[in-house]
């Protein structure tokens, strides 16, 4: 039951309030303004509202009140001022104070009543609405050190993931550099200028990537070659150029690759990076004009990562030194590859790489210009 605290000097109007409101509330009642403030800081149970009459000899109601606004403990408990007085300004100066209501005596109790039964309705709808408030920022605060938990949880996974990959990848380059030093080094030289190449192109909106997938992309074009581990060593080792069947062995290693690939790619459903180390490392000697291998893909058939890779790959090849071949210069290299734009290449590919050759000479150039 609410307590009910009536704060009034007359004990006739103490009486009045008091029958007007017992059947309901609990209902203490004080002619000394100043007692009924010092037992209200003492007790541990609060009156839900205080009826308190303007007109005290002890105590003003009005500074009464302003000593319970400046108490911590007692400044949210609603007050209705009582008085005798039917001077309006009273009446204002009570709500501009902070008082809930104001009522007249002598009290109708029936009026008195409807009035403490409305406020005390207000109060308790306004707990409420503080525990419902208070119910949903711990929830919130549970949803976020939830949240937190599952990012933690994701980044970890994120991380072992990308750590298995750069493993795998590491351990095939490697794999590579040691059957083929040359094919190792080009393989790593043609990732570094796919990154320059591939960005521009992302940047521009010519190719669209998830910007999180880059890093797996620019792995896998370091695998294009991969399959050259499968090719006997009279192919891969040999210097000058190849007969016919050679030739025939040689671009075995785009299929080689890819059967690997498609081998084992069940393990892992749906992953990103398989799908861009099977389009690049099957179709990167694919040609725009159709006279590519291994499946003689044209134009758009052929996936574009593996066009991107396929003008990186040519490039690297043509200014590198080898043995058996004369390198040609950056500028050289630009002008063979921007011959065959629309033959051998995607003219949209070697249309982004004239926009970034600049970098590509700069990285050519830090590598130690055509040296493996
Ligand atoms: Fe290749």
Known sequence: MHIVMVIDDSPTDLLVAERALEGSYRV???????????????VSRLPSLVLLDIDMKAINGFELFSKMKADTKLKEIPVIFVSGSSDVATELEAYQLGAVDYVEKPFVSEILKKKVDLHIGIAEDKVKIAEQNQTLQDYNLQLQEYNNELQG????????????????????????TKKDGFTGSHCKKVSRYMEILLKKMMRDGSARYPVTDLNLILMSSQLIDMGKIGLPDSIIQKEGKYTPDEFDAMKQHTLYAADSIQKFSYLLPNSPFITYMYQMTRSHHEQWCGRGYPDGLRGAEIPQLARIVAVCDVYDALVSKRSYKQTVTHEQACAILNQAAGIQFDPNVIAAFNTVQG????????AGGGAT
Not at 30 to 39: I, M, P, T
Not at 359 to 366: A, C, G, N, R, T
């Open 28 to 42: 203490m009642t004080e002619q000394n303004g100043r007692h009924a403030l010092d037992y209200m800081k003492k």
């Open 153 to 176: 949880k994701a980044s970890e996974a994120l991380s072992k993931v990308g750590n298995l990959e750069y493993f795998i990848v590491g351990m095939i380059a490697d794999l590579i």
């Open 359 to 366: 970098e590509f000479k700069e990285l050519y150039v830090s």
